[in-house]
Each structure stands twice: as C-alpha cells, then as structure tokens.
C-alpha cells in the first residue's frame, strides 16, 4: 500500500510537464501580466514587479514621478491647453498646481493659443493680477498671434463717455505685443482710465468707430513702440487729465482727428515718430502744465490738414532734434506749419552742443 502510494505520487511529479508557480516567467506572462488585477504579498514577486516597472518608465526615487508620463503632460499635453483649462486642472493634484504655478512664473500667455479673444485676454489679465503683483520691470505680457483681433465691446470713460470698439484696460503692469505692424492688426482701441504701466508694441491698430488710444487720470501712462496708429474715426492718442505717454517709432496717420491730442497737464515724449495725413492736426497739445517733447532724428509731421503743431493755453511743445531744421522735420500741412497762443509755446534746440530751447512760435518780438 505505501509501496503504490509512493509509486503513484512519483509519476505524477515526473510525469507532469506545467512549470512551476513561483516561476517568474509564469507569473509575468500570465497571472501578473499587463491586464491582471489581483494582489500579491509575496516579497519576490514584488520586488520583480518594481524593478520591471522602473525599468520601463524610468521611475525616479528623488522625485517619485514616472518621467516618460510627466514628459508627455509637459511637452505634448500641457502647452495645447487653454489658461481656462489649466486653472482647472490646477486643484485636482498637487503636479496640476505645480503646472499652474510654472504658468505663473513666465508671466506671458497668447491670444487666441490659450486664450481665444483679446476680450476674454484682458479678464485673464485681470484676475491673475489678483493672485500676483506684476511690476513696470516685470509686467503680464499678453501676446497677440499675426491676424486680425477684433474689440467689438464698449467702454465708459470716468466722465460717463461711451467709446465703441474699446478695450477696457482693466489693470495696470500689462503689455501688449503683437508680431509686427503689418502682421498684427487691432480692430478698436484701447481705454484707459488710471492704470499705469500699460504697453502695446508691434502692431497696428485701428479703430472706424473711435479712437486708437485713449489715457485718462494722473495715474494713467502709456507706453507704445513699434505701433502704427492708423484709419481711426477720431483721434489717433488722446491723453487727458494729467496722464503720461511715450510713443517710440511710431506711425499716426489717416485719423479723421488729429494724430495725437494732448490736455489737462498731461505729458508726452514722443520719439522717432511721424505724423500723416491726419483730418485734423498733427499734434495738438492746450490747457496750463500740458507738455510735449519731441525727440529723435526720424520724427516728421507732414502732410496733415490742418497744423502740424499747435500749442494753446499756456501748453508748451519742446524740440530736441539739434542736428535737422525745422523745415525738415515740419513741411507740407495744408493750413500752417506752426500755431500757438493764448500763451502757448514752440520751442526748440538750436545746437547740440547746449540744452537750450528757443521759442521759434509765436515768434519773438526781436526775430
């Protein structure tokens, strides 16, 4: 009896072909392959299943992230998403607010890429200004993709004015930049009222139904480069109540207004600049403490008209452009060149070797 139980237990060991169970080709192949969903407490077995899933995904200890996942989210996933869905995204996990806040720190996101409108741009704009404090050196940049953008809302000035097509520029420390001015076209203007620090660069903007800019309140300053003005219903800038603007290489022409309108003690420097074809003046500036300065080799006002400067009311309008004549620099208005009064003043320097200014309008009693 113990001779054919030994006997019957022998031949089913040597006779049975099936591998056995702690095998790590087995369980890897089969029960623990890709779609099993079982446990194991087994030491071995768990040990070759960590060291098979950081071979595959080249797991890192220091940072507990699967790399090939987290490169594929970073550069394949994440840029295609809009700043909507991304903020989103944010509270769902730590790695998402990591995400969010990596966003944060460029300071920079595009129109239409992340966000589809400029509208919708300057609410963006808006609320990431709640959660942190941009700065004159380092501003939000808003990017404006080639192609046209349309400004199809409204806005109301601090006196109760409506301007159509005009982008309420809700917060200050915020720029502007297109790829170009014949890359980039705006269609409408911009609306400030006492936000500083606003910029807008390399592109053109244009608006039938209004002005191209508009900057209000003694807090208010601008800064535009690279921009050309053009085809507004009224004027191309206008800055009131002790606002400031610079304008560098810029382009103001066929405004049905004047290039550019000046009151209330506000301020402007306006470098390399030229003023065309405009319905009305080319510059304007009136009221006390008003002051313009003009600067630059490239700077002409021609063709306009109406004047190419006039200062009233004890506004003061200075050129520093010693190595060109004023005949160069100013020519060609349809009504006359230069006009002030009213205690208004043209002045300019006549050598480069003093910061003198001259007063050439009105013209001096003894010239």
Request: contains cysteine; positive net charge.
């Amino acid at each position: 009896m113990n001779k054919r139980t030994r006997t019957t237990t022998t031949s089913n060991r040597v006779g049975s072909k099936k591998p056995r169970h702690h095998g790590t080709t087995h369980f890897s192949q089969q029960r623990y392959g890709k779609f099993w969903n079982g446990t194991t407490s087994d030491p071995e077995i768990i040990t070759v299943l960590v060291k098979r899933r950081d071979f595959a995904f080249h797991y890192d200890v220091t940072t507990s992230r699967l790399n090939l996942v987290q490169e594929v989210w970073e550069h394949e996933i994440i840029p295609f998403f809009s700043v909507k869905e991304l903020a989103m995204l944010r509270p769902t996990c730590r790695w998402c607010d990591e995400q969010w806040q990596e966003f944060l720190k460029r300071n920079t996101f595009r129109v239409p890429e992340q966000v589809p409108t400029i509208k919708e741009a300057m609410r963006v704009s808006f609320n990431l200004s709640k959660q942190k404090v941009y700065s004159k050196e380092k501003p939000l940049v808003v990017v404006l993709s080639e192609g046209e953008h349309v400004v199809e809302e409204s806005w109301t000035d601090s006196d109760g004015d409506v301007h159509e097509n005009t982008l309420d520029t809700t917060c200050s420390n915020v720029s502007f930049v297109g790829q170009g001015k014949d890359k980039t076209t705006v269609h409408g203007g911009f609306g400030l009222s006492n936000k500083k620090n606003v910029t807008v660069k390399s592109l053109t903007l244009t608006n039938l139904n209004g002005f191209g800019l508009y900057v209000q309140g003694e807090e208010a300053s601008v800064k535009i480069t690279s921009v050309s003005v053009k085809r507004c219903k009224r004027v191309g800038l206008c800055v009131l109540s002790g606002g400031s603007a610079k304008a560098t290489e810029c382009e103001f022409s066929e405004n049905g207004g004047t290039g550019m309108y000046m009151s209330q003690g506000s301020k402007g420097i306006i470098t390399d600049c030229t003023f065309h074809h405009n319905g009305g003046s080319g510059m304007y500036a009136q009221d006390e403490c008003t002051l313009v300065e003009l600067r630059g080799e490239k700077t002409e006002i021609h063709h306009n008209k109406a004047f190419a400067l006039i200062a009233l009311h004890n506004a003061t309008m200075n050129i520093f452009i010693p190595s060109r004549p004023i005949t160069a620099l100013i020519h060609d208005n349809k009504v006359r060149n230069l006009v002030a009064f009213n205690g208004g003043k043209i002045q300019s320097q006549l050598s480069s070797l003093s910061l003198e200014l001259t007063v050439i309008y009105p013209v001096p009693q003894y010239m």
